[in-house]
């Protein structure tokens, strides 16, 4: 009876999670970390390559703030009430930032603008933290890499297809109107009107908050189990991680992985706005790619993680996150169309990381501390990207000509970024994650598999060869 019991609740979290899901994805796609939407309003407000340094930076300061989530719930039974109030509270202030541009100058809302991203990213940063050990409780270890495939593959579509609606209604009254708005606004006798635009953020915005508000209703329903109560002092908690050496040793991993990203990151958007001049659709048709590439390799990457381990898995998605920078260098305003091979191979890899992120601190954390592992380990790498993202933002480099064509100032971070990534192998290779595969048996049954392939090619041909008697 037990075990039907746990089959139910489990099945019910895997719906109830993924409609919720659906609805988060949503309001992440419009007003979360790394919404195309923010860094068009941050555009339109003049923002300069400090302020995108710090937009993208706000993002990953938030996520610092996720041990929090444990000394909020330390002494209680039940996590959903806390998570329900504070992402309700966090969603609900996203119609602010169409609001605030309506009734100040530029200059004016540009900070209030982060001022509000910043204060609903923390709320919300810290709610996640609590959501990572409540679905922890409830999703057995050995089913979380199909758990969290299957989710995000769902959740993925969601995200596009509301960005495609909403980016398509902002491009109407861009300067960089596109191929699909152009249409769309000459079939609705819809003029190029920029005055227009802050409205259209408004209702960007606005529906971004009913929409989150909406899954918090969902979410209610979503089982929970009773949480131990812990006794110790938040202090001795948030310490237990640092005495264990292979966290420390996944710590220094993820800070130095996030230091790489960093570099160059806040300017991925705006230098397809303001270098490429691509219009919004166009920004959110590399994500489709991105969300297609994803989609093909998320099931793969949740059967190879659960069957070989996290950290296999990282060290392929490494060699795909050292590649991706490097075709940017070769990016031009008359020649941009291969930025989509690397949409598609960025959503191949940020699927796995994806994956990984969610996964391999639990992987490695004793049950009774998962919660916190996973708060001070994000605390950690994000804070770790906030620095480069903040320092690319006050050290912008210069551009130069290259082989008889210029480099701009965001290319040459793109280079940077793509040497970092790949040193990032090397703290990997200390992490220890028990039941994992080894790369050197990975290679193995990989060269014996195709090995066997080509034998059993070559036999098929010279049976079709063979004379027949």
Request: aromatic share 12%; hydrophobic share 50%; charged share 15%.
């Amino acid at each position: 009876m037990k075990k039907n019991r746990g089959n139910s609740q489990l099945r019910d979290t895997f719906l109830i999670s993924t409609q919720e899901g659906i609805f988060s994805q949503i309001f992440t796609s419009l007003a979360g970390a790394g919404s195309v939407f923010i860094t068009r309003l941050a555009v339109m407000l003049g923002a300069s390559p400090v302020h995108f340094g710090i937009l993208s930076a706000i993002g990953q300061f938030a996520q610092a703030l996720q041990p929090l989530g444990v000394a909020i719930t330390k002494r209680r039974t039940q996590r959903k009430p806390v998570i329900l109030s504070l992402t309700s509270a966090g969603r609900a202030m996203a119609p602010l930032l169409g609001i605030i541009p309506l009734l100040f100058t530029a200059r004016t809302a540009l900070p209030m603008v982060l001022g509000v991203y910043l204060l609903y990213s923390a709320l919300l940063a810290v709610s996640a933290n609590m959501w990572m050990g409540w679905i922890a409780d409830m999703v057995p270890r050995k089913m979380r890499g199909r758990f969290f495939a299957q989710r995000n593959q769902i959740l993925m579509i969601a995200g596009v297809l509301a960005s495609f609606v909403f980016g398509a209604a902002v491009d109407l009254f861009s300067n960089d109107r596109g191929w699909l708005a152009g249409q769309i606004g000459d079939a609705l006798g819809i003029h190029h009107d920029p005055s227009a635009l802050p409205w259209a953020f408004l209702g960007v915005f606005s529906a971004a908050g009913i929409v989150g508000l909406w899954g918090m209703l969902i979410l209610r329903k979503q089982p929970e189990k009773p949480k131990v109560v812990e006794s110790e002092s938040f202090r001795t908690m948030l310490v237990t991680p640092f005495k264990d050496r292979n966290f420390r040793n996944l710590a220094i991993f993820g800070i130095w992985w996030m230091l790489a990203v960093g570099i160059g990151a806040p300017f991925w958007q705006p230098f397809m706005m303001q270098r490429l001049h691509m219009g919004v659709v166009q920004i959110l048709l590399y994500g489709t790619i991105a969300t297609v590439g994803a989609q093909i390799a998320i099931r793969p990457w949740g059967r190879f993680i659960d069957r070989h381990g996290n950290k296999p898995a990282m060290r392929l998605a490494l060699l795909l996150g050292t590649l991706n920078p490097l075709i940017w260098i070769f990016l031009s305003p008359d020649c941009y169309w291969f930025i989509y091979v690397d949409a598609f191979l960025s959503g191949i890899m940020w699927s796995c990381v994806g994956i990984v992120t969610a996964n391999m601190v639990l992987a490695i954390a004793p049950d009774k501390y998962r919660q916190m592992y996973s708060g001070v380990y994000n605390a950690l790498s994000c804070t770790a990207m906030m620095l480069t993202m903040l320092a690319s933002g006050i050290f912008m480099p210069d551009g130069f000509s290259l082989l008889g064509r210029y480099i701009y100032p965001e290319q040459v971070l793109f280079l940077i970024t793509a040497i970092a990534r790949f040193t990032a192998e090397i703290p990997l290779s200390w992490v220890h994650e028990p039941n994992s595969t080894s790369m050197d048996v990975l290679v193995r049954r990989f060269n014996q598999y195709t090995k066997v392939n080509i034998a059993n090619v070559f036999m098929i041909i010279m049976r079709r060869k063979k004379p027949r008697s």
